[in-house]
């Protein structure tokens, strides 16, 4: 149970934690997505294009400290016109405890999952939490896909696919624009948030645990939920996935 005047609590956190106090409907969707297994949501996220996203991975890359981002070469392959979103997953801002980097954070910095389409999103995200909701996405596609341009899009095109998890990355606050933002709670990259965490660091940091119990012992001692911190994957339920989204990585 979390203590909203725990002072490593972030503000982002505190928020939810108040909006769940003080909105039904809020309260609610939550309900419904921890049953079906989506305990990520995300209050808002962004909508930017390629050129965007290389400056927001150049800044965690160049950062002070290890944070998650992509390879470069990688990035210049898609294409600029399309779309990327960014969902608001945890964020820490200046001064805040930073239970990833284990330090007050020096800057203000955004976990996010990065989903790249091939086409534009035409209007806002569903919440997420119906069956049919991944065809509820306002997909709008190009009239003549300018297919050997961009290779992988032209991948992901091949594999009938319209989105796909490019993965998760640290992007700089300063950088994420406003009007770039819609707010809208969604749950529809949950699960695609918690495995790609998982997979480029959870896992690793869960080996080491495993290694370590004593460490493992003392983080339960302070009462650290190491798998929601790590995102590690509920084990024994299928995932069902939409036919035109990709591999999450």
Not at 116 to 128: I, M, R
Not at 212 to 233: F, Y
Request: aromatic share 12%; proline share 5%; hydrophobic share 30%.
């Amino acid at each position: 149970m979390f203590d909203i005047t725990d002072p490593r609590l972030t503000t982002q956190s505190k928020r939810d934690l108040l909006n769940l106090s003080n909105n039904p409907t809020h309260l609610a969707d939550k309900l419904i997505a921890q049953d079906q297994d989506k305990q990520f949501g995300c209050p808002s996220y962004w909508v930017i294009n390629r050129d965007q996203l290389i400056e927001l991975n150049d800044w965690s890359i160049n950062a002070d400290h290890r944070h998650l981002n992509f390879h470069p070469e990688m990035l210049k392959n898609l294409n600029p016109n399309y779309d990327i979103i960014l969902t608001e997953q945890d964020r820490v801002e200046v001064g805040e405890w930073d239970n990833f980097l284990t330090r007050k954070s020096p800057y203000a910095y955004q976990h996010t999952c990065v989903i790249a389409l091939n086409g534009k999103l035409g209007g806002e995200l569903p919440v997420g939490l119906d069956e049919d909701s991944m065809d509820e996405i306002p997909f709008v596609m190009e009239k003549d896909y300018p297919y050997g341009e961009y290779s992988v899009n032209d991948w992901h095109h091949d594999e009938g696919r319209l989105l796909w998890s490019l993965g998760v990355l640290d992007a700089p606050c300063n950088l994420l624009k406003e009007e770039d933002r819609t707010y809208k709670q969604t749950f529809l990259f949950s699960k695609t948030w918690q495995q790609g965490f998982y997979n480029a660091w959870g896992r690793h940091m869960e080996s080491f645990l495993n290694e370590n119990p004593s460490i493992k012992k003392e983080l339960k001692q302070k009462g650290v939920d190491i798998n929601r911190l790590l995102k590690i994957p509920t084990k024994g339920k299928k995932r069902k996935f939409y036919r035109g989204f990709g591999d999450e990585r």
